[in-house]
């Protein structure tokens, strides 16, 4: 005999002895039976089931002895009844949680925040979109007195909350460094130095950290692991990768990274990301680097911030609208 | 998304062949499996990743703090086997310098 | 009529039903009512039973300014409690078939007091009020 029959039978015994003389017994073996058929996931309607074929087998069609049939009913539904209202309570937790993060979500927002430079030589476009509530995409900007413009991106292993809470020790980092122009391989030094010895041994961070200025015209930049960035070069209207190794922050405290330059035309633009616009993926695979510059291309005639948002749609609407990773891209376009 | 991971501890060194893809779901397994390994000293951990498909920053981040885990108790860790994709997120991340990947491993596996 | 039931063995949660039951006909609770006093009281009954070996399960009529209710008194010399939180936290007891367990009481009765100390024994009071 299957399980369900067992229980079929218990139920049938539970309820004839019930219907013959309503005692209190019976009552308690249903809050037991109750308790059985929830652990063993058994289905209200299969309770409802189980009672109405129990009550034609004991051929008890007869409205006298049906209506006690109920209370045994009843009494094995009030299980259900107080899962339920357990499962509608855990819900409002859940959903307490759910505003709490969006309020961190909010904060991480402000605390990161950072207004995108206004010179007159650039024309600087940047979205960052997260793949959950809280980033592990972060950039940021400065400006300069003697006008360069520095851009950092970096990406934070990791997802959602403790990724956030990283990002914000590099954010301090980065605010606390002293005062003065920053080569970005000096940046990176430095920022190296901390993460090497704050941050979890499994959690590590790629940046990107790029410098113009605008006085000769030269990007200046470094990478720790950071997907490279793209420049388009408008004479020729030809992509190159701006090709710059270093190692991940946090790895090794003594790491030196190697800083990279290129001269700027007007015309000329850099693309800088996050690896969720590279790691692109779509129902058939990755997106490849031909198809992204495809993309790229076909609205590079437009303002940096309309290349970054039309960039971002197709890609977005190439995965489903749905993000598996952080999206960030910046966009700096020499203008004059 | 599913990962298998199948480790043989050989009489020079201890063997792991991945199957699958690596990334933030299937990442902590592979932690777990793999982790006490690193942490008894001098071992020589050798990994094939020639049957991953993908592996997203978080996979990265486990080998990183595989790799941190062995050279602090005097093991090596080597990777085999790497898709051309999985070698060029090493060689971006400037990995592929301070690791042991794709060269031959002694005595052929 | 005696209030009060000695919990023993597990027949005498059923006497302590009965009790309840028959107190809140009286006091004019309605079926879906005493269905809930009842599980209330089968839950106290039982965790007397499985946790503290014996005590006794009281059913009384009470009464406040203006409304009537009925009071479950729950008392044993058990062990007590050492987590209170934990075992009013939701999901602690339901998921492994334990049944609702006292935050599953707490939602039948319309107010829920509860004492225990690590040693010396558990004392719950549930009131249900008459609407």
Not at chain 1, 285 to 292: A, M, N, Y
Not at chain 2, 64 to 86: C, I, P, W, Y
Not at chain 3, 3 to 12: A, P, R, T, Y
Not at chain 3, 69 to 79: A, K, R, T
Request: aromatic share 8%; with cysteine; charged share 25%.
């Amino acid at each position: 005999m299957g399980f369900r029959d067992v229980m079929h039978e218990k139920y049938k015994e539970i309820l004839e002895s019930y219907m013959e003389d309503q005692n209190e017994q019976a009552l308690y073996l249903s809050q037991k039976f109750s308790r059985k058929s929830i652990e063993y996931k058994i289905s209200p309607e299969e309770i409802i089931s189980i009672h109405k074929t129990a009550l034609m087998e004991l051929e008890a069609e007869r409205s006298d002895s049906v209506m006690p049939s109920f209370d045994i009913l009843l009494e094995v539904m009030m299980g259900y009844g107080l899962a339920y209202r357990e499962h509608q309570s855990l819900r409002t937790i859940q959903q307490e949680l759910k505003s709490e993060i969006e309020v961190a979500a909010n904060m991480q927002q402000t605390l990161l925040g950072t207004q995108i430079p206004d010179v007159d030589c650039l024309d600087i476009g940047a979205i960052s979109v997260p793949a959950r509530q809280m980033s592990g995409d972060y950039y940021h900007f400065v400006q300069d007195e003697q006008g360069a413009v520095s851009v950092a991106i970096a990406d934070i292993i990791g997802k959602g909350i403790p990724a956030a809470l990283c990002m914000s020790m590099i954010k301090y980092s980065m605010d606390s460094l002293p005062e003065g122009r920053h080569e970005p391989y000096q940046v990176l030094e430095s920022l190296n130095r901390v993460v090497e010895q704050n941050v979890d041994p499994t959690m590590f961070i790629t940046m990107f950290y790029g410098m113009y200025n605008t006085i000769n015209h030269t990007f200046y930049y470094s990478s720790a692991g950071h997907e490279p960035g793209f420049f388009y070069n408008h004479e020729t209207k030809e992509f190159e990768e701006l090709y710059a190794k270093g190692l991940l922050l946090g790895v090794d405290k003594k790491t030196k990274y190697r800083q990279f330059e290129k001269r700027v035309d007007v015309g000329d633009v850099i693309l800088l990301m996050s690896d969720g616009v590279t790691e692109c993926r779509t129902e058939e695979g990755f997106i490849e680097v031909d198809t992204l510059i495809g993309y790229i291309e076909k609205y590079i005639h437009l303002e940096a911030q309309e290349i970054a948002n039309k960039v971002y749609k197709e890609l977005e609407y190439l995965q489903d609208f749905q993000l598996r990773d952080d999206f960030t891209l910046i966009i700096l376009k020499r203008i004059k | 998304m599913n990962i298998t991971i199948d480790v043989k501890e050989m009489e020079q060194y201890t063997k792991v062949k991945i199957v699958g893809e690596i990334d933030a779901y299937t990442a902590p397994k592979l932690r777990e499996t793999i982790f006490p390994y690193a942490e008894k000293k001098n071992t020589k951990i050798v990994i094939d990743l020639s049957e991953v498909s993908y592996m997203d920053s978080t996979g990265l981040g486990v080998f990183v703090g595989l790799f941190k885990s062995l050279n602090a108790n005097e093991g090596t860790l080597q990777l085999t086997g790497l898709s051309e994709r999985l070698r060029r997120l090493f060689d971006i991340t400037g990995l592929a310098d301070i690791m042991n990947i794709n060269s031959e491993v002694e005595g052929g596996v | 009529m005696d209030s009060c039931v000695k919990i023993i063995n597990e027949w005498d949660i059923v006497a302590a039903r009965q009790l309840g039951r028959n107190v809140a006909k009286d006091l004019g609770f309605g079926t879906v009512d005493q269905a809930r006093i009842t599980t209330a009281i089968s839950e106290l009954a039982r965790n007397i039973y499985l946790y503290a070996g014996q005590g006794q399960v009281c059913i009384e009529k009470t009464e406040a300014v203006g409304k009537t209710g009925l009071i479950i008194i729950s008392e044993d010399q058990g062990p007590g409690i050492n987590d209170l939180r934990k075992v009013m936290e939701d999901g602690f007891s339901t998921s492994g078939g334990l049944g609702a367990g006292l935050p599953g009481v707490k939602r039948l009765v319309d107010e829920f007091t509860i004492e225990s100390n690590p040693g010396e024994g558990t004392l719950i009071k549930a009131i249900k009020w008459l609407r």
